[in-house]
Nanobody, 122 residues
Framework: QVQLVESGGGLAQAGGSLSLSCAAS????????MGWYRQAPGKQRELVAG???????NYADSVKGRFTISRDNVKNTIYLQMNSLKPEDTAVYYC????????????????WGQGTQVTISS
């Protein structure tokens, strides 16, 4: 089994900062992409930022220049630093990881964290 445990998030004012982290653990052979999605009430889940194992990253246009994704491959942990936050960043943030588990070394699976609430007040 593979688990993703998120931490961070919470409440901040517009213009403020928050950080998220997500640690993957369990029967992991290798991890490809890791990243973050978010889902606001009444909206579809959208990609916020993703980062490959070799450091190639991508961001949603709405967060470019404000959010920074980073990764610690030794700790199997991914981070999201969120600056200049806006009320429209309010959402539940989910981390994901594309993992090759030791139990199925020929396949990759996408695992999800439990979600963490980010609320930005104006």
């Amino acid at each position: 089994q593979v688990q993703l445990v998120e931490s961070g998030g919470g409440l901040a004012q517009a213009g403020g900062s928050l950080s998220l982290s997500c640690a993957a653990s369990g029967s992991i052979l290798s991890i490809y992409d890791m990243g973050w999605y978010r889902q606001a009430p009444g909206k579809q889940r959208e990609l916020v930022a993703g980062l490959s194992s070799v450091g190639s990253g991508n961001y949603a246009d709405s967060v470019k220049g404000r959010f920074t994704i980073s990764r610690d491959n030794v700790k199997n942990t991914i981070y999201l630093q969120m600056n200049s936050l806006k009320p429209e960043d309010t959402a539940v943030y989910y981390c994901y990881a594309r993992v090759v588990p030791t139990t199925s070394p020929l396949r990759e699976f996408t695992y999800w964290g439990q979600g963490t609430q980010v609320t930005i007040s104006s």
